[in-house]
């Protein structure tokens, strides 16, 4: 991952992204206030506040380690906030009715039972959220996973798994897609496919909380930035408002997260 | 039936799991009721009681451990594999997701206890007629060996969701299960650490009271029955509440 790299897909960016001017006055899709998370002595968030307007793809960028994941996990219900509130939809994930149908959402790449099929993953979870059946042959088709659906998740590819994870947070066509690090250990293939999927997803005015700590890679598709380090909210930006002075996000970001070291 | 409970009956036929457990219980119950039924020497078969304490009874021992091992599974193997993330995202409502686990392994359970109890009766009479031995049991017992296996199965199961959400990591609440029934109630039965009868209020030895073993030192049938249910409904109200307030990794 280049500097180099970087620029180039600002420049990308710049000329693909479709004005898509909205109306409608902007709902807050989700809402964290003051949030703490505390494991024994180790303070894995601190403190931290955000929103994320409908219509945007937001970037929640830091290094591992950064709070990314844990913030994440309390947004979507897995873990208890230690202090402060984390809203989707203006509502706790846990109390919200049928959550799948508006929010989708992949935190691991291989949350799957290697012994069970792709189809058959999606199926147990459709049934669960009473999403039809025909709505998993849909999913599979759109990650272009419809031909091996029937093998074992055991022989997947990660590039596959990565999909599969995909397929199953777009079983319930969510309004909200959250994604922990969806481009980790994808090759330039799957890496250009995923892009072309948040840039779809999101032009058709839904809303993207893509994190990662590989900038080139989100750099393209996103059009907010969220730096965390430490557990801290660094930057939060448009990126057009980040690169405007002639940087790339990731020397923005270089300088954010060791600058203040060096 | 609920969207949870009906998932995780899928999530059950749609891998090897289950029935892999399911085989290797039938396995081990021609193994070992052939053992006793061919080897054991004939004394010991004198009377019908002792027919279903030597013989019959395992049917029922083996349907109930693996179940609970079933129970215990449902939950630790999404822990194990991750996909307890994706369950809990689609349904938020850990209670619901635990006690849908404990009707899925309890219908499965009485599926495993029926044919458990079932080949155990069966291939024991066999056994005991090639050699001659006069079969004792009769057609109540025999009901109440196969039932009472499929009811000790059920309760077994529900215990085993109920130690999987408590315990989350599989090979030490497999193993823990495992050590239980094998070993720490073989030990705790009758008065070998000095608390008189009280071993026999233990869940693995109420199970077996259930489909009528040892009369003469365990309980009766419907006392069983009940004083398991109640291990059961604890076990899985204790697994839903330590499921729905620890945080998922």
Excluded: C
Aim: net charge neutral; no cysteine.
């Amino acid at each position: 991952m280049s500097a180099d790299g970087g620029a180039e897909s600002l420049l990308d960016e710049d000329s693909a992204r479709t004005p898509a001017p909205r109306a409608l006055p902007r709902q807050a899709v989700v809402t964290v206030e003051r949030l703490t998370k505390r494991y024994g002595e180790i303070v894995a968030v601190d403190d931290i506040s955000f929103s994320l307007e409908a219509g945007t793809v937001t970037g929640f960028l830091g290094p591992n380690g950064a709070g990314k994941s844990t913030t994440l996990r309390v947004l979507l219900g897995l873990a208890e906030p230690t202090k402060g509130e984390a809203l989707v939809f203006n509502q706790r994930y846990r109390e919200l009715e049928q959550p799948f149908r508006r929010i989708g959402a992949v935190l691991e790449s291989n949350d799957f039972d290697p012994g069970r099929s792709g189809r058959d993953h999606l199926r147990a979870l459709a049934i669960a959220a009473e999403i039809p059946r025909s709505r998993v042959e849909e999913v599979l088709e759109l990650v272009e996973l419809a031909g091996d659906a029937h093998r074992k998740v055991r022989t997947y590819s990660l590039g596959m798994r990565q999909r599969l994870g995909l397929a199953a947070a777009l079983l319930g066509d969510p309004e909200l897609l959250v994604l922990d690090e969806p481009a980790n250990g994808l090759d330039p293939v799957g890496v250009h496919w995923l892009r072309r999927f948040l840039r779809d997803f999101a032009g058709a005015g839904r809303t993207v909380l893509v994190s990662s700590h590989l900038l080139a890679e989100v750099a393209q598709a996103v059009d907010r930035v969220l730096i965390i380090n430490s557990g801290r909210i660094v930057v939060a930006a448009p990126l057009d408002e980040l690169t405007r002075g002639g940087q790339t996000l990731e020397e923005v970001y270089l300088d954010l997260i060791t600058g203040s070291a060096s | 039936m609920s969207a949870a409970l009906r998932a995780e009956l899928f999530k059950q036929r749609s891998t090897r799991a289950s029935l892999g457990l399911f085989a290797t219980m039938i396995v081990l119950i021609l193994f070992v009721v052939l053992l006793h039924g061919l080897g054991v020497d004939a004394g010991n078969f004198d009377t019908a009681s002792k027919q279903i304490s030597v013989l019959f009874g395992w049917g029922e021992f083996l349907a109930a451990l693996f179940a609970g091992l079933l129970g215990a599974m449902s939950i630790t193997g999404e822990i194990r594999h991750g996909t307890i993330r994706p369950t809990l995202l689609v349904n938020p409502r850990r209670q619901k997701v635990v006690l849908a686990k404990v009707w899925a392994s309890m219908l499965i359970a009485i599926g495993f206890g029926l044919a458990a109890g079932a080949v155990a009766a069966g291939v024991g009479t066999v056994a005991l007629e090639s050699r001659g031995i006069d079969v004792l049991v009769g057609a109540g017992d025999y009901a109440l060996l196969i039932l009472g296996s499929a009811a000790a199965a059920a309760l077994w199961a529900a215990i085993g969701v109920g130690i999987g959400s408590l315990v989350r990591n599989q090979v030490p609440a497999l193993v823990g299960i495992v050590v239980w029934f094998l070993f720490v109630e073989n030990l705790l039965v009758g008065d070998l650490a000095g608390v008189g009868e009280l071993g026999r209020l233990l869940p693995a030895a109420a199970g077996k009271a259930i489909s009528g073993q040892d009369p003469e030192t365990l309980l009766a049938p419907g006392f069983a029955l009940a004083l398991l249910a109640l291990y059961a409904v604890v076990a899985a109200l204790v697994g839903a509440r330590a499921a729905s307030r620890r945080d998922v990794a």
